[in-house]
């Protein structure tokens, strides 16, 4: 599955089979995505202090797809009805660029990393679209905060991306998991660890980055008011993000499935669930962030700090990786 | 895995969180997370006793939060019936109608011809005409008491204008006897009442009685307090300080429910609460240690809603929001009952959210240690109470001074500061983005019921 001789076009090999995408990848992929979301689902009942209970989770879902859809009076119909569908389309499709395994690189293409930020640019729309389309003032007013902070997102990552690439002359994931067979990129670039971890945890918007949410001042903001499969649809597509942003980070920081002992897939299975533990984790431990902070940090902090780890990178890639 | 709890439930409490803890009852009991979402919760927790004010923006609330079963919800403690539909919904004609939080849909209008194209009106603070939009938070499923609403115009996400109303109002009891005019401070009311009150019975109670009505005021002061504290940090979506704070709750609430009861009874009861309330006393001062030394609580409410000592004292503001600004204003200096006990008004002079944060922490924490030292002379068989009488009482109540005067035909009530501080509470939010302008609101813990008119 995934890898193979050359480069074929997506569309050949998805008709052939083998070549960057095989005919099982969509399918395993929305595997990968379910069985993440409910790992990420018992994650978070850890984290919080709740004994894992994974009926309870399959029974909090049922409850939510019970509930008949939401019809606001002054919705946007198309905008509204498609933003979910919009966010999970993003989530799985930034999922389908993470390889779990040699045998099992989901979409490989050689420019795989930044396709992964590029399906998650994604998000934007969606997010932005769910706020609008809802017809509420708070509801927009948490579109529109999305609007504002995930360009100030989406730089930093697509950088970090170039800076890990380079050692590894190489966009192609996989490239980069083998480039840290001696070291892992988290020892030999640390900056660009400290300035991905925010900003992929701010992708999925989850605490202390629930900005368009913000349960205590939006009341549920973007959100807000879908419900059945809608409100389904979005929480699982914000599970398979975090699944998406950690498996990436893992990847892109950790060696990937690299590891002694353990199967290939398992290593980068513990490696995800480690990052998105620690995600939610630090999402307790800190109250929601402002928005003009957080807007100014990336922006005059986290870029110029992402140019830095660019050049960085550049002088240890001639130094130690040629 | 032993001690890990159940998975809760999301819900949305009415009329809130606060208001449930005051009265003994915590959501998280009944297996709640608490959430102010329409969309994520799955029960509404209805208090037994819920003011008819709210009766209304409860129906409103259960149609949208289950619109598709006309609004029958998996209820606890409300009629388990279906309700009718909110009036408003799918009425295209209403201009102005009400989403279960109340939260009005209504623009302003531009007068005839208006061109969808084009935005007039005055520029905004930045120079862009943006469309202002009005809407009204509360008086349910917000960080907010319920009953507490504000009329809000957004330019953008900054608030342009906005006032706040309490709802709230007491009914007076059927039997003729005082009843609290504020369910959020029922024991400072009744014993400012007791107190004013001419009956040869509240002359002659002995000492213990009324070092336990002092250590029942100072629970209620720990109590409300935490429980704002909780809800303040539900808004700032701290998830782990709302446990912290929620582990700290409990030992208050053992306590007061180990008090001695009635007026004049001591039991071994007394000793039981002082024990609580010295673990309550340490989990108070961690909790109050961490958060003083939190650059996050800083960043986050640090120099929102600020107010100046001069300002306090010429709105005549008083309670914690007068302390947190440097004015030494507290009814208990006065009070020859906690000048026993060593009692020092704690004050603060930052006056903004965060300085009225802090002081509320170190407030619970000295209640705390006020209501185990009069339990602990309530045990050691202590009689050194003075007397307490006057035709006008004043107790300092969680929010400020709260003053009884019986008359022949009834109660002169005033709680002094609690209108000034709902005037101020709008002055505040203007200019503030909107996130900022809620913690500014939140830090001022007002009242939502009225009293005195």
Redo the contacts between chains.
């Keep these: 599955m995934g890898g193979g001789p050359g480069r074929p076009r997506l569309a050949r090999s998805l008709a052939l089979g083998g070549g960057p995408v095989s005919d099982l990848t969509p399918l395993a992929v929305f595997a990968v995505a379910a069985a993440g979301a409910a790992i990420v689902g018992l994650l978070e009942q850890l984290v919080a202090g709740v004994r894992p209970a994974p009926l309870a989770l399959a029974r909090a879902a049922a409850a939510t797809l019970r509930q008949p859809l939401s019809r606001p009076d002054r919705r946007d119909g198309w905008l509204f009805h498609l933003a979910p569908g919009l966010l999970l389309i993003a989530a799985l499709g930034a999922l389908a660029f993470v390889p779990w395994a040699p045998g099992f690189r989901g979409i490989d293409l050689s420019t795989g990393a930044i396709a992964f930020a590029a399906a998650l640019a994604y998000v934007t729309p969606a997010i932005f679209m769910a706020g609008w389309g809802a017809g509420r003032p708070l509801a927009v007013v948490g579109g529109f905060r999305w609007l504002a902070l995930m360009l100030a997102y989406a730089m930093p990552l697509a950088m970090i991306i170039t800076a890990v690439a380079a050692p590894a002359g190489s966009l192609r994931p996989t490239d980069i998991v083998e480039v840290q067979h001696a070291v892992p990129m988290a020892l030999v670039q640390p900056l660009a660890l400290a300035l991905w971890l925010p900003a992929a945890l701010a992708v999925c918007f989850l605490p202390p980055f629930d900005l368009p949410q913000a349960d205590g001042e939006l009341g549920g903001g973007a959100f807000s008011e879908y419900r059945g499969l809608d409100a389904a649809l979005i929480g699982f597509a914000q599970r398979i993000l975090l699944v998406a942003v950690s498996g990436m980070t893992a990847v892109l920081f950790l060696g990937g499935w690299q590891g002694p002992l353990l199967p290939p897939a398992l290593w980068m299975a513990l490696k995800t669930m480690a990052v998105a533990g620690l995600f939610l984790w630090v999402g307790r431990r800190l109250p929601r962030l402002e928005v003009d902070r957080v807007l100014s940090l990336a922006w005059k902090v986290a870029n110029p700090l992402a140019i830095l780890a660019i050049a960085y990178a550049g002088l240890i890639t001639l130094l130690f990786y040629r | 895995?032993s001690s890990?709890?159940?998975?809760?439930?999301p819900a949305l409490v009415v009329p809130d969180e606060q208001t449930w803890t005051m009265a003994d009852r915590d959501p998280a009991d009944l297996g709640a997370d608490v959430?102010?979402?329409?969309?994520?919760a799955?029960r509404v927790l209805v208090a037994d006793d819920l003011p008819p004010q709210l009766a209304e923006p409860l129906a409103q609330l259960r149609a949208v939060a289950?619109?598709?079963?006309g609004g029958h919800v998996h209820d606890t403690h409300g009629e388990d019936t279906p309700e009718h539909a909110a009036h408003g919904?799918?009425d295209?004609d209403d201009a102005h109608?009400h989403?279960a939080?109340g939260?009005d849909?209504s623009a302003h209008e531009h007068g005839e011809g208006h061109d969808m194209m084009a935005i007039v009106g005055e520029p905004s603070a930045d120079g862009l005409v943006m469309e202002p939009?009005?809407?009204r938070y509360g008086p349910l499923?917000?960080?907010l008491p319920g009953g507490l609403a504000a009329d809000v115009t957004?330019d953008?996400?900054v608030v342009a204008e906005a006032r706040v109303e309490a709802l709230l109002r007491a009914e007076p009891s059927a039997d003729g006897r005082p009843a609290s005019p504020d369910a959020l401070a029922a024991a400072a009311w009744g014993e400012a009442m007791r107190r004013a009150d001419a009956a040869p019975a509240a002359a002659g109670a002995p000492a213990a009685a009324r070092w336990v009505r002092v250590a029942g005021i100072e629970l209620e002061r720990a109590i409300n307090h935490l429980a704002w504290l909780r809800a303040f940090?539900?808004?700032?979506?701290?998830?782990?300080?709302v446990?912290s704070v929620t582990a700290a709750l409990i030992p208050l609430r053992v306590a007061r429910r180990s008090l001695p009861g009635g007026p004049d009874r001591h039991t071994p009861g007394a000793v039981e609460a002082a024990s609580d309330l010295e673990a309550a006393g340490e989990a108070i001062g961690a909790l109050a240690r961490r958060l003083d030394g939190s650059r996050?609580?800083r960043?986050?409410t640090g120099g929102l809603g600020a107010v100046r000592a001069a300002d306090a004292a010429e709105r005549n503001l008083a309670g914690p929001i007068a302390r947190a600004c440097g004015v030494t204003d507290d009814a208990r200096a006065d009070d020859p009952l906690y000048r026993l006990l060593g009692f020092e008004p704690v004050v603060r002079q930052e006056g903004d959210a965060l300085a009225r944060a802090l002081l509320r922490v170190d407030e619970a924490e000295q209640s705390a240690q006020l209501a185990h030292a009069a339990l602990n002379r309530v045990a050691n068989g202590d009689a050194t109470a003075a007397q307490l009488r006057s035709p006008t009482a004043t107790v300092e109540g969680p929010r400020g001074p709260l003053r009884a005067r019986r008359r022949a035909d009834g109660w002169d009530l005033d709680a002094r500061g609690a209108d000034a501080a709902r005037s101020l509470a709008g002055e505040l939010m203007v200019g503030e983005?909107?996130?900022?302008a809620?913690v500014a609101l939140a830090s001022l813990d007002l009242s939502p019921w009225v009293v005195g008119r």
């Design positions: 895995m890990l709890r159940p998975t809760p439930t959430t102010y979402s329409i969309a994520r799955r289950d619109p598709g079963n919904h799918g295209g109608h989403d939080d939260q849909q939009i009005e809407l499923a917000t960080p957004l953008g996400d940090m539900r808004l700032l979506g701290w998830a782990e300080v446990a996050a609580l960043l986050r983005e909107w996130a900022a809620l």
